[in-house]
């Protein structure tokens, strides 16, 4: 096996561990949510609509959200709908079904800042060794670029400070960077992904280890073994184990 398949391989399982449940770190929920504004058009309509969001049970969720939709096509409750469908689906691991309900979601309000960071990690981790890679990256990259537009075009909530609010932008904005990162890590594009990474990184308030990990193999594609070696201590530090087992496993081979 040559250098740059073993490297490649090292890539493809640190992608893996960037996939994460849909409840985001960078989640804000009723500013992106389309029931903030939506109201339901009849009490049967919302109670319908209450029994999706209070249903703890993934697959209780999934069928809800169908019979919901077919009673009434026509709601202004749908986006929101879709989204609870969408996470539903991450939690079972059914990811073509999860990018179904993705796009129904943003059929429904396609400047949906949950929806976009939502689908375009998953894409974006999910794309190697897929048939539909280069679409779905590509999806990932587009995604990703509208939530940055939209995040701009967020009023601040009366019931935040700005500082709080300057907090879950920037953990919104670093979540979209670090998806454009992977999406340039995936193409071999090293420059443009040590650039993303490192943005990401400066952006999140609390930046995790995985992020670390990621930018270390940037790094380490592009020749730079010191930096690289920084990085991945700093992964190994910050974990959690599959993470903190990845960054060792990879200063191992830098020496």
């Known amino acids: 096996m040559t250098a740059i398949s073993r490297f490649y391989l090292a890539v493809m399982f640190c992608l893996a561990l960037l996939i994460t449940p849909v409840g985001l770190r960078a989640q804000i929920g009723s500013l992106s949510n389309p029931a903030q504004a939506a109201q339901a058009r009849s ?14 049970d993934a697959r209780v969720v999934v069928e809800k959200v169908k019979a919901f939709s077919s009673a009434f096509p026509k709601s202004e409750l749908l986006g929101a ?15 073509d079904a999860m990018l179904a309900a993705g796009e129904k979601a943003l059929a429904s309000d396609p400047d949906s800042v949950n929806t976009l960071l939502a689908l375009a990690p998953s894409m974006a981790a999910r794309a190697a060794g897929r048939p539909d890679r280069t679409q ?8 990703a670029h509208r939530a940055l537009a939209e995040i701009d075009k967020i009023r601040v909530p009366h019931d935040l400070s700005m500082e709080q609010w300057d907090l879950r932008k920037r953990q919104m904005q670093s979540e979209a960077h670090g998806v454009l990162g992977v999406v340039a890590l995936q193409r071999a594009q090293s420059q443009q992904a040590i650039s993303e990474l490192d943005m ?5 308030p609390k930046p995790e280890g995985v992020q670390f990990l990621r930018l270390g193999l940037a790094l380490a ?17 910050l974990g959690p184990e599959a993470v903190r087992n990845a960054a060792t496993d990879q200063l191992k081979k830098l020496n």
């Open 200 to 204: 990401a990184i400066s952006l999140d």
């Open 81 to 95: 709908a879709f989204q609870s469908q969408l996470q539903a689906f991450e939690r079972l691991d059914d990811f």
């Open 43 to 56: 009490q049967e309509e919302f109670d319908a609509y209450l029994e999706i969001v209070s249903a703890t």
């Open 221 to 237: 594609s592009a020749g730079k073994k010191n930096d690289a070696e920084q990085k991945f201590r700093r992964a190994a530090e």
């Open 136 to 143: 779905l990256l590509a999806q990932a990259e587009s995604y």
